[in-house]
């Protein structure tokens, strides 16, 4: 079969980094975000997220190919705020919304 190993899913490579940053040179506090070995489910709930900064303009991401097991994120803000800004603050965000969920979740199962 020609589809790669299951582990190639997840396992980043050694010397790769999770989160690279491309800076666009044609649309000023704009960039994109490589985010490896990861799917639409890490891409849609980010995107959600920055869709509710005031300061991001536009946010989407796209995976290139389905062999290829990484998603590309754009950020376009506001002259208030840089895309490296807005992604930390939507992951930030995003932490303390799951931590918040985990805690809910495990008092209903002490019940």
């Known amino acids: 079969m020609n589809a790669p190993d299951r582990y190639e899913?997840?396992?980043v490579p050694e010397g790769t980094k999770k989160v690279s940053y491309e800076r666009d040179t044609k649309i000023i506090n704009?960039?994109?975000f490589t985010i490896e070995r990861e799917d639409h489910t890490i891409g849609n709930i980010v995107r959600m997220q920055?869709?509710?900064d005031p300061?991001?303009?536009f946010a989407g991401y796209k995976?290139?190919?389905p062999l290829q097991y990484k998603i590309i994120t754009r950020i376009h803000t506001t002259s208030q705020s840089s895309p490296a800004q807005a992604y930390?603050?939507?992951v930030k965000d995003l932490d303390k919304e799951l931590?918040?969920?985990k805690q809910a979740f495990e008092v209903c199962i002490t019940l």
């Open 9 to 11: 899913r997840f396992v």
């Open 30 to 32: 704009a960039a994109s």
């Open 50 to 52: 920055l869709h509710r």
């Open 55 to 57: 300061n991001v303009l």
């Open 63 to 65: 995976l290139p190919h």
């Open 88 to 90: 930390n603050l939507a």
């Open 99 to 101: 931590d918040s969920l």
